[in-house]
């Protein structure tokens, strides 16, 4: 709030504008979803369910949801621990060195994802872990540190040192330390960038694209090949529960973000 | 040092799953522009003599600054209104910035092809009621693909500048109009100078995204107009040509970091994630 | 008594900042330590040595004779009251309390028994399941002080225990802390700047500066015979007044002051303003009242002389007149009331 300044008419416009362009076409996916017609359209004559229950009868659809889901869950767990762990030493210890590796791991935010895609394309050759589960979970797992240890960093930066030091001057050992004092306070962080690692796995596509092909068909990669293929209302419905399932963990993530607040 | 073992040693998973899995793979490209297909400079000779590399480049260089130039124009307004909004209206005007930055980005490309294709909600209303005869080309050209990008780029403008435009002091605001400045006397002597720096952030931000974009440019694109990252996939998994496809890579890779680099300073990715509420 | 603590030659720089030099200090069992002095003194930074979470450059740590130099903070055995308490905001009263018993893995039945012993040893008993944030500061500041004692250390560390409280409270909390120390019978170890909470708690004051140890002794002691200018000035106010010694006497401003433990040389003389009074005595000087104020229980006066500008403070119902700017007076001192103290250069 700015003590009653207002936006004027033109920076009124052009936001509401811009809030529009950036919501509108993302809704437009859910009446498209229910149309009654056999081809991407508006609803003709009435709501229709049956493109939901294309999906939810497609053994594809289905596998790759799944598949996604165990995949993107995976990936978290490891994101999580090797993320929090960093993050949290990288704080207690802040020092130029550290400093430089949390940089560091900030990389794969920055790196665009085609150059790692194409690097691991061959890497993964090596280690035998192209079209493999594995694979891919190191692959999102790494990639999604980086969510873990900002959102991580955040909640540690009103930890207040002292405790950690009094908890130490008491006789506690790192372990205790850890389990004790640090992670239920930072908890709320270690959820948020639980969720975003969740959400970048779940979501990622160009990786996927390079080291899975046949035994590994996550749901964005069918998603790929749905749209370059064949449009079909079921895309729309799939899109649909897509952002049903972002909106239900970003409402996860602001409630986990309010209880941090109090 | 040695008192603090326990402590470093909480950074090694994170640091070797970082070094084994994402550093090497990387370094590696990096390596092969040098080596296939023989060692030396020839892919980088690329640059200069190749008509299909100095096209990519300069396609993905146009449209990069267009897709910047247009989410930072939407983006400050947006942030502007944000910034100025009371308490409760400025959750609303965030939720219609970060949910669209966390729906899946195939999502987001599908739901610009339903509405931009020529048999795309757009075309068809517009034949409908008559304003056209004849479907309009809105998507698998540059057109599309700054429609897709720009929406894909506006949230991650908006952070950026909503968290300068945060710490400028109200009272500054209501003390120069006090003193008689116009409302746009306001904004151009006062707001504009001290939310740049979060401008700057945001260009900077917004560029480099550009650059490596995959996906929207590739659904939107049609294959038709070819930026540098599908350009790459296209070397890659369809002509087996690793030596120019890293080559690309790498230079992408360098252009990112040294335009970071130079902007070390304004840019701050840990603010842009961790403040983003 | 025998030595608690012993700091051997203990000093730590930060590149060619010096924090703490040379610092020598026996601790007795038993005794209230203070470590006293302005804000970058280095007090905090041998605290900081004494617990372990600051690794000394150089020297020695000794806790019983046993070297703790080289072990980490949580293999010493000393109980902390931190600045601001560091209380864990996520734990209750009791749950704070058991906490150092908890990592020495003691039973859920010893842990009870002890917390409701620490409990009423600070008298907050009934306080145990509240949240810290639900306590007011001094409340707070108690429960840090059982946190600290329920595992029965051999040492206490407090480091600036009372700053964050306001000041009445801090005078009451001063009375406590003292009955405790008495009660508990443990070394304590404190780091203030406060002077006057210094001189009130403690058997044992060290005043540092600048990194160095000024004078360790007790209140009194240091109060009555400074050896320094610094420490004269800091703890208390002082009049400094420069001469020529020769045996018995000092030459000063054109004056001559008998002074019992004058031998030769320059020298300056420490004098404490309620040292001198209105009348007649072994050092007797004209003056006249430049300024004053009324100070409740007394009056603080500057008197000009041939010594220069002297702070001279009356009680109240000694004052043979009411002050006056420009009154006329005469003042005195006796031979042994002022101190000869080093001139350190860089006295504040």
């Given at each position: ?17 811009t809030?529009a ?49 165990w ?47 194409i ?129 239900i ?14 | ?21 994402y ?20 892919n ?45 209206a ?48 809105l ?65 900077v ?50 252009t ?22 | ?40 003194s ?44 560091a ?5 209750t ?56 004692l ?33 009660r ?100 007797a ?56 103290v ?7």
């Amino acid at each position: 709030m700015m003590g009653g300044y207002k936006p004027g008419w033109f920076a009124r416009t052009l936001s509401w504008g811009t809030a529009a362009y950036l919501v509108l076409p993302i809704l437009i996916v859910i009446p498209v979803s229910l149309t009654d017609q056999r081809f991407l359209s508006l609803p003709h004559h009435g709501l229709s369910l049956r493109h939901y229950a294309t999906v939810f009868a497609s053994p594809e659809w289905i596998g790759s949801i799944l598949q996604s889901f165990w995949i993107a869950l995976a990936a978290t767990v490891l994101s999580v621990v090797a993320g929090t762990l960093f993050a949290v030493a990288a704080w207690r210890l802040d020092r130029r060195s550290t400093q430089i590796l949390s940089a560091l791991m900030l990389l794969p935010l920055i790196v665009p994802s085609i150059v790692y895609a194409i690097g691991l394309y061959r890497y993964f050759g090596w280690w035998d872990l192209l079209d493999r589960f594995l694979g891919v979970v190191i692959a999102h797992g790494v990639t999604g540190i980086p969510y873990v240890v900002i959102t991580v960093s955040a909640a540690l930066a009103s930890f207040d040192p002292r405790l950690e030091q009094a908890a130490r001057g008491m006789g506690a050992s790192l372990p205790q330390v850890l389990r004790w004092v640090i992670l239920p306070r930072i908890m709320p962080g270690v959820v948020s960038g639980a969720i975003f690692a969740f959400i970048h796995s779940w979501d990622e596509l160009i990786i996927v694209l390079f080291i899975a092909s046949r035994d590994v068909f996550t749901l964005p990669r069918r998603i790929w090949d749905g749209i370059n293929e064949n449009l079909d209302p079921a895309m729309a419905a799939v899109a649909v529960l897509l952002i049903g399932m972002t909106l239900i963990l970003l409402l996860l993530d602001m409630l986990v973000r309010r209880r941090r607040d109090d | 040092m040695r008192r603090d073992a326990g402590w470093w040693a909480l950074l090694l998973p994170a640091f070797l799953l970082l070094s084994v899995f994402y550093i090497v793979p990387i370094v590696q490209v990096l390596a092969i522009s040098f080596m296939e297909p023989e060692p030396g400079f020839g892919n980088y000779e690329r640059i200069a003599t190749n008509l299909s590399v100095q096209r990519v480049l300069l396609t993905t260089a146009r449209i990069c600054i267009i897709t910047t130039a247009i989410a930072l124009f939407l983006g400050y307004a947006l942030a502007y209104a944000i910034t100025l909004a009371s308490e409760n209206a400025r959750r609303w005007w965030l939720l219609c910035v970060l949910v669209p930055l966390w729906i899946s980005v195939l999502v987001r490309a599908f739901a610009w092809v339903t509405l931009l294709r020529r048999q795309g909600l757009i075309n068809q209303t517009l034949m409908e009621t008559g304003v056209i005869a004849e479907p309009l080309a809105l998507v698998w050209n540059e057109f599309g693909i700054i429609v897709g990008m720009v929406h894909y780029m506006v949230p991650y403008a908006v952070l950026p500048m909503l968290a300068s435009m945060r710490e400028i002091d109200p009272r500054l605001l209501a003390a120069a109009r006090g003193m008689g400045a116009s409302r746009i006397q306001v904004f151009t002597r006062i707001f504009f100078p001290l939310s740049a720096p979060g401008l700057v952030a945001a260009g900077v931000l917004v560029f480099i995204f550009s650059l490596g974009f995959y996906v929207t440019p590739a659904i939107l694109g049609g294959g038709r107009t070819l930026m540098v990252a599908e350009w790459i996939s296209l070397q890659i998994l369809d002509l087996i040509r690793w030596g120019l496809g890293t080559m690309m890579a790498t230079l992408l890779v360098v252009t990112i970091l040294v335009t970071l680099a130079v902007f070390s300073r304004v840019v701050n990715l840990r603010r842009l994630f961790g403040g983003a509420r | 008594m025998s030595t608690a603590l012993e700091l051997n030659a203990l000093s730590k720089r930060y590149g060619s900042f010096v924090a703490v030099e040379n610092a020598e200090l026996r601790v007795e069992r038993g005794a209230f330590l203070t470590l006293l002095g302005p804000s970058g003194s280095g007090k905090t930074t041998i605290l900081m040595m004494i617990a372990g979470f600051t690794e000394p450059t150089q020297g020695r740590i000794l806790l019983d004779g046993r070297d703790i130099t080289a072990l980490p903070p949580e293999r010493r055995d000393f109980g902390m009251v931190f600045q601001g308490y560091a209380l864990f905001p996520h734990m209750t009263v009791a749950e704070n309390i058991a906490f150092p018993l908890r990592v020495r893995g003691m039973t859920k039945a010893t842990r009870d028994e002890k917390v409701r012993g620490a409990l009423d040893l600070v008298q907050l008993t009934g306080f145990a399941d509240r949240l810290p944030k639900q306590l007011s500061g001094g409340q707070q500041q108690r429960v840090a002080l059982a946190r600290a004692l329920v595992f029965d250390p051999a040492l206490l560390l407090l480091d600036e225990p009372l700053s964050a409280l306001d000041k009445k409270l801090r005078a009451e909390l001063q009375d406590e802390l003292r009955a405790l120390h008495r009660r508990v019978g443990r070394t304590f170890i404190n780091v203030t700047h406060d002077q006057d909470e210094a001189l009130s708690l403690s058997d044992t004051v060290a005043i540092l500066n600048h990194g160095r140890l000024q004078q360790v002794g007790a209140p009194a002691e240091l109060y009555e015979r400074p050896r320094t200018r610094f420490v004269a000035d800091f703890l208390g106010k002082s009049n400094f007044i420069r001469g020529r010694a020769e045996p018995g006497l000092v030459h000063a401003g054109g004056v001559t002051l008998r002074q019992h433990d004058a031998t030769s040389g320059d020298v300056l003389l420490s004098l404490r303003p309620e040292k001198i009074a209105i009348a007649e005595g072994d050092n007797a000087l004209d003056g006249r009242i430049a300024s004053w104020s009324y100070l409740g229980a007394g009056y603080a006066l500057v008197v000009d002389t041939a010594l220069g500008a002297l702070r001279v403070h009356l009680p109240s119902w000694r004052a043979p007149v009411a002050p006056a700017e420009g009154l006329q007076l005469r003042i005195a001192f006796a031979a042994d009331a002022a101190t000869i103290v080093q001139d350190d250069a860089d006295a504040p």
